[in-house]
């Protein structure tokens, strides 16, 4: 097996605009079992029926931002709930109302067999020309699920030999954060690259066991250091924010259930997060708001996001 790695994808240099906080929103959004099964079948389910309601939460979203004049940095939505035809449509929207998008993509079946599950992130910026562009991140998922293969190899369709696949490291508006597509999260060597040189982990999940999940994204945000932002599917529920803090702070947004797509919004405090990594052990034992840094925690990859968020 191929030890983890990651490269770096820097978007908007020299257009950081955000220096304190990001805003984060999670899409409270049903994960289908029929629109997964009709898409590695190769008949993806697309029509107005089921695009009317996602392009109302589109619009919910962008309504938000503009009727509340609080601006909204990045929605996050879970595995496998989106269509690939739709991918162009949100790339649209992306670039018109200046939000990121993360979200999980529904399996494609390549000419090899192959059913890919892939994590699309689609990140804005203003180009030196003043326009807003987008730019496209796709990343094969890494380890799928013991169920998950079940389910495709019993279809007759092939697991991707995907272990080699590169995580990324993003670096967008001030902010450096990773993207993991839900099982590899459960991966500990996966986790720990990432130490110290993040300020938020995403983790998309279409994953019904969630007491085993909230225990993985509670030591990861407590042993990396750094917000988790997990969305799941909307029945399974669990999707929510975790820092890495006391109990009793520990979420300050989650969701389940509903009948209707929805989002909250939260807003990550990056600056107090990094202050607070800055200082030695005896000035975080007393800390309220965050628990004191694991041991050898990277200070040189501390200095570089505190650097670009300036």
């Given at each position: 097996m191929s030890a983890p790695q990651y490269e770096e994808v820097t978007v908007g240099v020299g257009a950081s605009d955000l220096h304190d906080s990001i805003q984060i929103a999670l899409a409270n959004v049903p994960v289908d079992q029929k629109n997964m099964e009709a898409s590695y079948l190769g008949s993806p389910r697309v029509g107005r029926a089921r695009l009317k309601p996602f392009t109302n939460?589109?619009?919910?979203?962008?309504?938000?931002?503009?009727?509340?004049?609080?601006?909204?940095?990045?929605?996050?939505?879970?595995?496998?709930?989106?269509?690939?035809?739709?991918?162009?449509?949100?790339?649209?929207?992306?670039?018109?109302?200046?939000?990121?998008?993360?979200?999980?993509?529904?399996?494609?079946?390549?000419?090899?067999?192959?059913?890919?599950?892939?994590?699309?992130?689609?990140?804005?910026?203003?180009?030196?020309?003043?326009?807003w562009a987008c730019v496209p991140v796709r990343r094969l998922k890494r380890f799928y699920s013991p169920a998950e293969e079940f389910i495709l190899k019993n279809e007759h369709l092939e697991v991707?030999?995907?272990?080699?696949?590169?995580?990324?490291?993003?670096?967008?508006?001030?902010?450096?954060?990773a993207i993991y597509n839900c099982f590899e999260l459960a991966s500990i060597e996966d986790r720990t690259i990432f130490k110290g040189h993040v300020d938020f982990i995403v983790a998309t999940e279409f994953n019904r066991d969630t007491n085993y999940f909230s225990n993985i994204v509670e030591s990861a945000a407590r042993d990396l250091h750094c917000y988790i932002v997990q969305v799941n599917d909307s029945g399974f529920g669990d999707s929510r924010v975790v820092c890495p803090s006391k109990s009793d702070f520990m979420n300050p947004v989650r969701i389940k259930g509903g009948d209707n797509l929805t989002f909250l919004t939260t807003s990550l405090n990056l600056t107090a997060l990094r202050s607070h990594q800055r200082k030695g052990y005896g000035l975080q034992k007393d800390a309220k708001e965050f628990k004191p840094t694991p041991p050898d925690f990277p200070r040189a990859a501390l200095r570089k996001r505190i650097d670009l968020g300036k």
């Open positions: 939460l589109l619009n919910e979203v962008s309504q938000y931002r503009s009727n509340s004049k609080r601006r909204i940095d990045l929605i996050v939505f879970p595995e496998v709930s989106i269509p690939h035809a739709w991918e162009t449509m949100l790339a649209t929207w992306v670039r018109r109302h200046r939000i990121g998008v993360v979200c999980g993509l529904e399996h494609s079946v390549n000419n090899a067999g192959q059913a890919l599950n892939e994590v699309l992130a689609l990140l804005p910026y203003q180009t030196s020309s003043g326009h991707p030999k995907s272990k080699s696949s590169r995580y990324h490291l993003f670096r967008w508006r001030g902010a450096s954060f």
